[in-house]
């Protein structure tokens, strides 16, 4: 993995890219989140006390945020990446959305991830743009 990790250093960024040691600190903190957020609702889904409806989005929104790394950094094409963190973002959008009725501080502790997710999003799609 380090190899791809030096493919991604050679890669043409824009000027606002955040610095590479940032990255582990902001997703430590974000994975707590969405460890207790997450684990509230597969909890209330597992109990039937929120329809599996519900609980979707969360679930697919961590098997696309886990496939990132791999398509990024494991096969180093930015244009699957790039489609992937929309689809972070979308369903992010969607859980919101979906949980909020039942639990309103699950949708609010998910703002950071929102967020982040957000800026990862903008300079995900720069630089595909910028390394096409």
Same mark, same amino acid.
């Given at each position: 993995?380090?190899?791809?990790?030096?493919?991604?250093?050679?890669?043409?960024?824009?000027?606002?890219?955040?610095?590479?040691?940032?990255?582990?600190?902001?997703?430590?903190?974000?994975?707590?989140?969405?460890?207790?957020?997450?684990?509230?609702?597969?909890?209330?889904?597992?109990?039937? !006390? @929120? &329809?599996? *409806?519900?609980?979707?989005? #969360?679930?697919?929104? /961590?098997?696309?945020?886990?496939?990132?790394?791999?398509?990024?950094?494991?096969?180093?094409?930015?244009?699957?990446?790039?489609?992937?963190?929309?689809?972070?973002?979308?369903?992010?959008?969607?859980?919101?959305?979906?949980?909020?009725?039942?639990?309103?501080?699950?949708?609010?502790? !998910? @703002? &950071?991830? *929102?967020?982040?997710?957000? #800026?990862?999003?903008? /300079?995900?799609?720069?630089?595909?743009?910028?390394?096409?």
């Amino acid at each position: 993995m380090n190899s791809a990790y030096g493919w991604y250093s050679t890669l043409i960024k824009p000027t606002w890219a955040p610095p590479s040691w940032l990255f582990g600190p902001v997703w430590t903190f974000l994975y707590i989140l969405i460890a207790v957020s997450f684990g509230k609702v597969f909890y209330m889904a597992w109990r039937n !006390q @929120i &329809p599996f *409806l519900v609980a979707l989005p #969360f679930i697919l929104n /961590l098997i696309f945020n886990f496939s990132f790394t791999y398509l990024q950094f494991g096969l180093k094409n930015n244009l699957l990446a790039a489609i992937d963190i929309l689809l972070i973002l979308g369903t992010l959008i969607w859980a919101m959305a979906a949980i909020y009725p039942h639990a309103r501080w699950i949708a609010y502790i !998910q @703002i &950071p991830y *929102l967020l982040w997710v957000s #800026f990862a999003t903008v /300079l995900q799609l720069t630089i595909t743009y910028l390394n096409k």
